[in-house]
Nanobody, 120 residues
C-alpha cells in the first residue's frame, strides 16, 4: 500500500491550501484516514482524522480553520486549510488504516509528507 500526498507549498498568513492524499495498492478496506504534522524540533501531532463513515476529529489549534474530507471511491483524503498561520508551518503526513485482505488485520500506512510553509 502506498500513500501519495500532495498540495503543500508556500503561502502567506491568512491564505489557504488544500492537501490531497491518495492510497493505492492492495486495499480491501480503509478504516480511519488522517493528517498529522511535524514542525521542526517538535513531535508529530494529529491534525485531523476522519472515519470511514465520515466522523471527524480536529486538533484544537486547527478547529474552525481546517476541514478534512475523504472520497472512499478514490481511497483519498483531503485537508482544506484556511486562515493559515505561521505556526501551521510543518511537514504534513497523511495516514490510513488499511485492511489488505478480508481476513487480514488493519495496519497503519503513512504518506511521504508534504511541506507547508506559512510566511510573509
Amino acid at each position: 500500500v502506498q500513500l501519495q500526498a500532495s498540495g503543500g507549498g508556500l503561502v502567506q498568513p491568512g491564505g489557504s491550501l488544500r492537501l490531497s492524499c491518495a492510497a493505492s495498492g492492495s486495499i480491501f478496506r480503509i478504516n480511519d484516514m488522517g493528517w498529522y504534522r511535524q514542525a521542526p524540533g517538535k513531535q508529530r501531532e494529529l491534525v485531523a482524522r476522519i472515519s470511514s463513515g465520515g466522523d471527524t476529529n480536529y486538533a484544537a489549534s486547527v478547529k474552525g480553520r481546517f476541514t478534512i474530507s475523504r472520497d472512499n471511491a478514490k481511497n483519498s483524503v483531503y485537508l482544506q486549510m484556511n486562515s493559515l498561520k505561521p505556526e501551521d508551518t510543518a511537514v504534513y503526513y497523511c495516514k490510513a488504516i488499511v485492511k489488505q485482505r478480508i481476513m487480514g488485520p488493519y495496519s497503519d500506512y503513512w504518506g511521504q509528507g508534504t511541506l507547508v510553509t506559512v510566511s510573509s
